[in-house]
């Protein structure tokens, strides 16, 4: 039996799989809400408790930097060392790869319904491909062919400088500067972004959860945003998109990655009706020179939030 598990700064999910006809069949899972937990080995206790399962393999998705198999995990308080979580669960070796390496592993074994094509471009299978997941934090992978398959790679992107491309998100980043130091792709690009530019564009507008550290305020802003209830709302989505789509566009440019983009996260299935009106992707394209080559490029939208789980169950399944 195989456990895997995503880890988050919201939440934390985990999975109990079998194999079953060459697929990955998930037999038992849970979510627990990270910050309420002390680390992966309290609630893998919990959650194997009464399972009566024998954990052949593990592996976990976590966000943050993967060093020599261990973890300072960006927005939540947890370090997690495979070789202690290995121990705690009587195994040999537990993988550890950043989450969205694990989503990247996912979309290897996602099925084709499991996806939407927000843009057909022109296929190239054999090519570099990119995974771009905007949720808590910001993730952003590469998938590498090397001649066999697409081989993953992590990066930290997300915590690169927000590059602004028009005046209006020039003045955003103004803005935003005024407010903290450095002003990364992430400020703007997870859920807590979508307060911040909703300040920036009308900052007399206030909604739920606005003034209130124990309420998330983006499900008003999105639920709002795509009823056009609140003009304001409606334009944050849009002009949130909109960087999403520019980031993508550079990351495809970055990595040449003519094989597709890849929308992961939370957040794309929350604001889908806005990824596929067409602002998304005309940012992706609406670059110096290289719109010709951009415009090739296939991207498609994960329609399945467990993707990462998947992907790291896959890890622990074929010792990736």
């Known amino acids: 039996m195989i456990l895997a598990g995503d880890l988050g700064g919201t939440k934390a999910n985990l999975g109990l799989f079998d194999i079953k006809a060459g697929k990955l069949v998930r037999v ?14 309290e609630i893998t206790s919990d959650f194997l408790n009464g399972a009566g399962a024998k954990i052949t393999a593990a592996s976990f998705g976590i966000a943050g930097p993967v060093v020599n198999n261990r973890v300072q995990a960006t927005n939540f308080p947890w370090v997690v060392d495979g070789a202690s979580v290995a121990t705690h669960l009587h195994l040999n070796h537990v993988r550890l790869v950043n989450d969205v390496e694990a989503a990247a592993y ?22 570099t491909q ?4 905007a949720g808590t934090g910001l993730g952003e992978g ?5 001649g066999h398959r697409h081989v993953p790679m992590a990066t930290e992107a997300g915590h690169a400088d927000f590059a ?23 400020t703007i690009l997870s859920g807590g972004g979508f307060q911040r530019v909703h300040e920036f564009l009308n900052p007399d507008v206030r909604h739920p959860g606005f003034d209130d550290d124990g309420e998330d305020p983006a499900p008003e802003i999105t639920r709002r945003g ?5 003009p304001v709302c409606a334009a944050t989505l849009d002009l949130w998109v909109e960087i999403y ?16 983009i890849y929308i992961a996260g939370g957040i794309a299935l929350k604001v889908l009706p806005k990824l596929k009106n067409g602002k998304f992707v005309a940012a992706v394209k609406h670059k110096e020179k290289l719109e010709s080559f951009l415009v090739q490029i296939p991207i498609h939208v994960v329609l399945n939030e467990e993707c990462p789980l998947l992907g790291a169950a896959s890890v622990a399944w074929k010792n990736l």
């Open 28 to 41: 038992a899972d849970r979510r627990y809400a990270t910050q309420q937990h002390s680390g992966l080995e």
């Open 106 to 127: 996912g979309i290897g074994v996602l099925e084709p319904g499991e996806l939407e094509t927000l843009h057909a471009g022109v296929p190239s299978p054999h090519s």
């Open 130 to 133: 990119i995974v771009i997941a």
């Open 142 to 146: 590469i998938l590498f062919w090397d």
């Open 164 to 186: 602004p491309n028009t005046s209006q998100q020039a003045d955003l980043w103004k803005f935003l500067n005024t407010r903290q130091d450095c002003v990364s792709v992430e």
């Open 226 to 230: 795509l009823s056009g209830e609140c």
């Open 245 to 260: 789509g520019s980031e993508a566009g550079n990351l495809a440019l970055r990595t040449m990655a003519r094989g597709g």
